[in-house]
């Protein structure tokens, strides 16, 4: 009777469709109920129950486990039920579960985007998440990083994108996540990854290698919260190999995940309290309107955590916060904690607290057990976690924050204790560790110890971004131990653009034993070096080289600075042969930093006449770099490649590598770095026509370099902020600029950055209309670069002086100008720069009626100014293809590309360009015979290119084409063509093909 109830037990659990999930989702992975419950969107209590059913007929298995709480995990134990009928009556037979079948999981799994809260500011982080591929969003718990992601995830939806989620808990492992983005992927018509799991395949480079062919589309995105719960090292991996995924990918977690690196192509948004003003809106939303004094004193009082803010209002609840936060009482926190939670105690688990707050990071249990007084150390960890005093992190154990510093402020030796914990970090040897051993030595008084570790690790350290912690921690050493760690204390003066005081750390070291201390003197070259003070860099360094003696170290590292320094005074050979003789050195020595930074240079000279030969030099180096974790030589050689990249017309990988060494600088704090990277990427804003965001990263690059004194980065910003004011219809500040940078590089004897000054003044005055002007500083511009040998500052300027004969007719010069530019960017492999000069070239051949040679050339050249995405430029090349169709008779074609120019000119808000396409417009108009549409393009052309007296003078003859076909009267047209031929020869001056 017993067996017929339990058939029929089975057979009715076995109709429900919740039993057969439940059923269907262990068959991927042990799961808690509570897991299960949020995947099927069901109450706990039910899951619960139907879980204890499962159980008791022995088709499921609990077991509890520690998993920073007890939980009960249950496990599949049958495959197969099998029902028989026989004379005996109705009997049931399980079959062991198999665990190499798979299961199909598309009525399981789950992918909904949480709905999120009201989004407070963020504004800056859903740009970086929306420009950015690989991205990770870390904050302290609450601060609002799942209400961020899913308010993006939902704008994501409604661009049409199609929107993964998985939420992590403590047990999901790689195969279950691994499912359910094979079940999504299948959903979307992509069953290439479930079709391998269904057929037992498990090799994981198969299964990364469709997911990254199948996350990598663009019209999907994939979103992972929670990956603190993360407990398994073969997630990190997983998600490692994932980084190479080009779609859209975010991590959302309360601290940096073990997977990124500082080389990463990934992006980390660190979200940080609310200010002042956004918790403002925050209360204004609750329907709390507070006055401005009262603000101010509520978010000093909470700080400008949402949750903060949140329980404020709750307890308001209807009354004035401000009033609130007045009533809060200051309680006796350290009275609650002594009498309530530690004196009750035992023995063993108080030292256990007692030596975890000696830590300033998480450790392991092995960590631990050399300072304790007993041996079962784990179990003791392990009744403090239940007793939630201690918490785990990636199999680490630390303190909670209020019950850490209460413990330390108990210790009774705690010098001993520091001197112990310094032992256990130094043994564990990673960077972090060996920070916070310096700090325990120096707590512990072990001051003559903590000045080895410091001089033995000190560019670790630095390098991994903690010398602003080595400044605060050696800074508590007496005056004896300091004067040791001096310079150190000078190359982080250096670092962070701090040259005055560097001087005054290597100074005093060298005043007190000026003899056999080649490095001070190399030290001290390095830094004038860096204040572009060359003349007194040099005498340094040689100096440094005669005290070098038969040191080959040194006699490298003197070599290399002098090699910068003979480049940047434009002795080019002298700089190769310094160059070639530190390489030398550091190739006997097998010194594979100081190869990187030979290489570096070379790349960085090599940059002005051979890219090819520049960027070999330069991912060499970049390899060697990253293969010894030298984050400050990467950063910089990172910088020079995007630079040679952009240079060569490849913008788009250009970009890539400026943030990337962005990133490592902001992490080592090399404001020299920083200034120089965001000088970079406001160059490649500008190239969108982004000017809003190019003159944000130059006017940062500008506030650095004033701060730290930089002559060379202010030059850099000036001349850029004048291209900017340039392009937005300011020629005059553009001009202050230009003329404020020249007279920085003039005093720093800087050929190839005066060339360029003379180059874009060139360009102003030729977007002025000042032809004479313009041609004269080209000329000055062309002969500097000749003589510095810079082959592509000859190119532009070339293909400069080219456009502008063009422009004064004189077709067969600016032709033969425009071929040796094209030249020169062939050898060097500028696939932008060569779609730029047939650009130019077809607009030559326009002027001198050749439009099927023009043709010819634009079609060959919009492609690759697509992909570079110069807008300016592809504005330009429909232009002149609108121009030529019209000279051969193709109307609707010529219609086709003006309409696209005109197009492209008023997104990018510019008068000059929109004056320009509106004027080509007018043109097709007029050969289309729509006289009316014609004259409103020119009027509307004439007005916007007021300033620029040759644009108005082709506006102005184009009108006569008009009221010559309109039969006006010859008096009339008379009188605008002279007007138009005055404005042209007035742009044009004086220029002769004789002066060119």
């Known amino acids: 009777m017993y067996m017929m109830n339990k058939e029929l ?83 049931m037979q399980y079959n062991p579960e198999k665990r190499e079948n798979f299961y199909s999981l598309e009525s399981i799994f789950r992918f909904d985007v949480p709905e999120p809260d009201c989004l407070i500011d963020r504004r800056q982080q859903l740009e970086a998440l929306d420009r950015f591929s690989f991205v990770v969003v870390t904050g302290i718990a609450g601060i609002g990083k799942t209400t961020l992601s899913s308010y993006y995830a939902h704008l994501l939806k409604e661009r049409g994108k199609k929107v993964f989620w998985h939420s992590f808990s403590e047990l999901d492992s790689v195969p279950y996540v691994v499912k359910k983005l094979a079940t999504f992927l299948a959903s979307l018509n992509r069953p290439d990854l479930l079709n391998y799991l269904k057929s037992d395949g498990s090799d994981m480079r198969v299964v990364t290698a469709f997911l990254l062919e199948g996350m990598g589309d663009g019209q999907t995105a994939f979103f992972f919260d929670d990956y603190h719960l993360v407990m398994t090292e073969s997630m990190n991996e997983f998600f ?47 329907g709390y309107h507070i006055q401005a004094d009262s603000l101010e004193r509520i978010w000093r009082k ?71 007084s007993f041996r079962n150390v784990r179990t003791v960890l392990r009744r403090l976690m239940k007793k939630n005093l201690v918490r ?65 690790y000190s560019d670790m350290l630095i390098n991994e971004g903690y010398a602003e912690s080595l400044l605060g921690v050696t800074g508590k050493l007496g005056a004896e131990y300091r004067r040791q760690l001096r310079e150190v204390e000078g190359e982080i003066h250096v670092l962070r653009g701090e040259y005055d005081a560097a001087i005054a750390c290597y100074t005093d070291l060298l005043r007190e034993s000026p003899l056999g201390h080649s490095s001070l003197y190399r030290n001290l070259g390095h830094v004038f070096e860096r204040k572009r003070e060359y003349q007194k860099a040099r005498t340094l360094l040689e100096e440094g080289l005669a005290h070098a003696g038969s040191d080959l170290l040194e006699q490298g590292k003197t070599q290399v600075q002098l090699g910068t320094v003979h480049a940047a005074l434009g002795e080019v050979g002298e700089a190769l042969a310094c160059c070639e003789r530190a390489g030398e050195c550091f190739r006997v020595l097998g010194y594979q930093k100081g190869l990187a930074q030979v290489y570096t240079e070379m790349g960085k000279i090599y940059r002005f006449n051979n890219t090819e030969k520049a960027l070999e030099l330069l991912f060499s180096s970049l390899e060697i770099s990253q293969s010894i974790g030298d984050f400050r030589e990467a950063a910089s050689t990172l910088s020079t490649i995007g630079i040679v990249l952009y240079e060569r017309g490849q913008t788009g990988e250009a970009v890539t590598y400026f943030e990337k060494s962005l990133a490592i600088s902001e992490q080592i704090g090399d404001m020299v770095g920083i200034a120089r990277c965001c000088n970079n990427i406001g160059v490649k804003y500008g190239l969108e026509w982004n000017w809003v965001m190019a003159m944000k990263y130059y006017l940062r690059t500008l506030d650095i370099c004033q701060k730290i004194n ?24 553009a001009m202050d600029y230009f003329f404020a940078a020249l007279t920085l590089r003039e005093e720093l004897s800087e050929k190839v950055e005066m060339a360029f000054l003379y180059y874009n003044i060139g360009l102003t005055h030729e977007e002025m209309g000042n032809f004479e002007h313009a041609m004269d500083w080209y000329k000055k511009s062309l002969a500097l670069r000749e003589d510095v040998t810079h082959a592509l500052g000859v190119a532009y300027s070339c293909a400069s002086m080219g456009k502008l004969l063009g422009k004064l007719g004189q077709y067969e010069a600016a032709l033969e100008y425009l071929s040796r530019a094209q030249g020169i960017h062939e050898k060097e492999k500028g696939a932008w720069m060569i779609a730029c000069t047939k650009l130019q070239s077809a607009q030559v051949h326009v002027e001198s009626h050749h439009p099927e040679l023009a043709l010819a050339l634009v079609s060959e050249g919009i492609p690759a100014v697509e992909k570079a995405g110069d807008r300016a430029l592809l504005i330009e090349a429909h232009c002149t293809a609108a121009e030529a169709c019209v000279d051969i008779g193709r109307i609707e074609e010529a219609r086709h590309h003006a309409e696209i120019g005109l197009e492209a000119a008023t997104a990018i808000r510019s008068t000059k360009y929109e004056g320009e396409a509106r004027r080509i417009l007018g043109k097709v108009f007029i050969a289309a015979g729509e006289y009316d549409c014609a004259e409103e393009e020119l009027r509307l052309s004439m007005r916007l290119l007021k300033k620029c007296k040759y644009e108005l003078g082709k506006d102005l003859l184009l009108l006569v084409n008009l009221c010559e076909k309109r039969e006006a009267s010859e008096e009339k047209c008379r009188a605008l063509r002279e007007k138009g031929l005055g404005l042209l020869r007035e742009a044009q001056g004086h220029v002769s093909l004789e002066n060119v």
Not at 21 to 44: N, S, V
Not at 425 to 447: D, F, K, N, W
């Open 710 to 733: 930089d002559k060379k980065g202010i030059a850099f910003s000036y001349s850029n902020l004048g291209r900017a004011y340039s392009y937005l219809g300011a020629p005059e500040k």
């Open 240 to 286: 490692s190999s994932l980084k190479l995924c080009k779609g859209k990918i975010c991590v959302i977690s309360r601290y940096r995940p073990p997977f990124l690196s500082v080389f990463d192509d990934v992006s980390e948004i660190r979200l940080g309290e609310m200010d002042v003003m956004s918790t403002r809106e925050m209360l204004d939303r609750k």
């Open 392 to 456: 785990r992190v990636d199999n680490k154990y630390t303190h909670h924050a209020v019950t850490r510093s209460f413990c330390r402020s108990l210790l009774h030796d705690a010098k001993s204790l520091h001197c112990e914990a310094a032992h256990v970090c130094l043994q564990r040897g990673t960077p972090t560790s060996i920070m916070e051993a310096v700090y325990h030595l120096v707590a512990g008084e072990r001051h003559d110890e903590a000045v080895q570790v410091v001089r033995g």
């Open 9 to 91: 037990v089975v057979t009715k659990l076995l109709t429900n469709r919740t039993t057969l999930a439940i059923l269907l989702l262990l068959k991927t992975q042990p799961l808690h109920c509570r897991k299960i419950a949020a995947i099927l969107h069901k109450k706990e209590a039910e899951i619960a129950r139907r879980l204890s059913q499962l159980e008791r007929v022995g088709i499921v298995r609990g077991e509890w486990v520690y998993k920073d709480r007890n939980i009960k995990v249950y496990f599949l134990e049958v495959d197969t039920i099998s029902i028989q009928i026989t004379a005996e009556g109705v009997h």
């Open 302 to 372: 909470i700080g400008g955590h949402p949750l903060a803010v949140e329980l404020l209002c709750q307890a308001a609840s209807g009354e004035d916060p401000g009033l609130v936060t007045e009533e809060i009482p200051s309680s006796n926190v350290e009275t609650y904690l002594w009498d309530e939670i530690y004196a009750q105690l035992p023995p063993e688990e108080q030292q256990v607290l007692m030596i975890l707050s000696i830590f300033m990071n998480p450790v392991t249990a092995v960590d631990v057990e050399p300072l304790c």
